[in-house]
């Protein structure tokens, strides 16, 4: 079975600017789920989609959003972009929705805000 | 905000030797998880304990599991180069509990195994 793989791996931005990421999960996961992984704050988590409803959400600001397509397929954007955005962004999928069962990581979009 | 803590934040010693890391949380847990990541990559899943287990192996694995004390230890015995990495324990409570917030991270015990 394939991984979890996420596009781009790296990507380059400026202030104010938008970006959006995608994630692929594994085949047959209906569970997506980002997380922000930064040298200050650690992983944090972004939010949960599952058949393409958001299920839950961290606490985020409301620039960072996403969405959930009919193939689970995720794609997380976010808008006005600041330098604390700076991160590795890593996206999980699972069968089922909830922290109850292990999740499969892909490899991290980086994402460097200047 | 974190859930977990993991204990040390860095530990290096001697391929061969045994690891420990430890973990501490706040809140009632479904399950605890122990995951790895190499170097700003994607985390691998290691173990997942339930809240009713005490302990469980995986290979050179050990888990245990407190939940009177809200705390977890993760064993790796005859380490090798290779088991370099970042562990990190993750919870499913989060602040609420029952799953509702995603997996809670600690931040991680930094393991170091020289050759």
């Known amino acids: 079975k394939a991984g979890v793989t996420q596009t781009p791996r790296y990507l380059i931005k400026t202030r104010g600017q938008q970006v959006t990421l995608s994630c692929s999960p594994i085949s047959g996961h209906r569970s997506v789920s980002w997380y922000q992984q930064t040298p200050g704050q650690g992983l944090q988590f972004l939010f949960e989609?599952?058949?393409?409803?958001?299920?839950n959400k961290g606490n985020f600001p409301g620039r960072f959003s996403g969405r959930q397509f009919s193939n689970s397929r995720s794609e997380m954007n976010v808008s006005t972009l600041e330098l604390g955005d700076s991160a590795l962004y890593l996206c999980?999928?699972?069968?089922?929705?909830?922290?109850?069962?292990?999740?499969?990581f892909g490899p991290g979009t980086r994402l460097t805000v200047t | 905000s974190q859930q977990g803590e993991e204990d040390p934040q860095a530990l290096s010693i001697q391929e061969g030797e045994n690891a420990t890391m430890n973990c501490s949380y706040k809140?009632?847990?479904?399950?605890l998880q122990w995951y790895r990541q190499n170097s700003g990559r994607g985390l691998v899943h290691l173990i997942l304990i339930r809240s009713n287990e005490r302990e469980k192996h995986s290979g050179r694995l050990r888990v245990t599991l407190d939940t009177s004390k809200k705390s977890s230890s993760l064993l790796i015995t005859a380490s090798r180069a290779a088991d370099t990495a970042s562990y990190f324990c993750?919870?499913?409570?989060?602040?609420?509990?029952?799953?509702?917030?995603?997996?809670?991270f600690g931040k991680g015990t930094h393991l170091i195994i020289q050759p």
């Open positions: 809140t009632s847990i479904n399950n």
């Open positions: 999980a999928s699972s069968f089922l929705a909830g922290g109850r069962y292990e999740q499969y």
């Open positions: 989609y599952f058949s393409e409803t958001q299920r």
């Open positions: 993750a919870t499913d409570g989060g602040l609420t509990g029952g799953g509702a917030d995603g997996l809670t």
